[in-house]
């Protein structure tokens, strides 16, 4: 299952899988943007030439926009941003296929061992694997093509309209009442 050919993208050429695949094993979080809602950070694992993810059960992270919880199909495709481990900025972005996988099947063990692995503060570590089964979806996000092209300007958004202000400049007394108390003792 390492084909990255899929319906949004051509075929990537080797190279390109290498660095698609090396910077998603080295990072600890993905960037994954959906049909709805904005991207989303989620720790994840390199499985068998994919993005494993495991979600939307209690005390899991959300994976809003990927399908519904519902057990309804997951979406088609989404983009994947991988980011850097120590600067945290962005390394590749790609299109990739989501599958879920089924509880219980080969593909879905496999993936959930390597997930078990990476799952840090775990508060039922011993039981985990038959709770995913129960409450949590497993997605399988395949590369579809090669890596986007970086962008040339950026990507940063306007920050939201708001109400609050910032701090006021102190007065130019006021350090010298603060520490005028304090001479006397």
Not at 27 to 49: I, T
Not at 68 to 74: I, L
Not at 87 to 97: P, Q, W
């Amino acid at each position: 299952m390492t084909s990255t050919q899929g319906q949004t993208g051509a075929p990537a050429t080797p190279l390109e899988r290498a660095i698609v695949e090396e910077a998603a094993k080295k990072s600890a979080l993905v960037w994954v943007r959906g049909s709805e809602g904005p991207d989303r950070a989620l720790w994840h694992v390199w499985h068998e030439g994919a993005v494993c993810v495991v979600g939307d059960g209690p005390g899991e992270q959300p994976l809003t926009g990927l399908g519904r919880a519902d057990g309804a199909r997951a979406t088609a495709t989404v983009t994947v941003t991988v980011r850097s481990k120590d600067k945290g900025g962005r390394l590749v972005s790609f299109e990739a296929a989501v599958t879920e996988l089924p509880a219980g099947s080969g593909e879905w063990a496999a993936a959930v061992a390597e997930l078990k692995g990476k799952r840090l503060n775990a508060p039922d570590s011993e039981t985990i694997t038959e709770r995913w089964a129960r409450e949590c979806r497993v997605l399988r996000l395949t590369p579809a093509g090669g890596p986007a092209p970086l962008p040339d300007g950026s990507l940063a958004a306007a920050p939201p309209a708001t109400p609050a202000t910032t701090r006021r400049a102190a007065p130019g007394a006021l350090p010298k009442l603060l520490l005028r108390g304090r001479g006397r003792r």
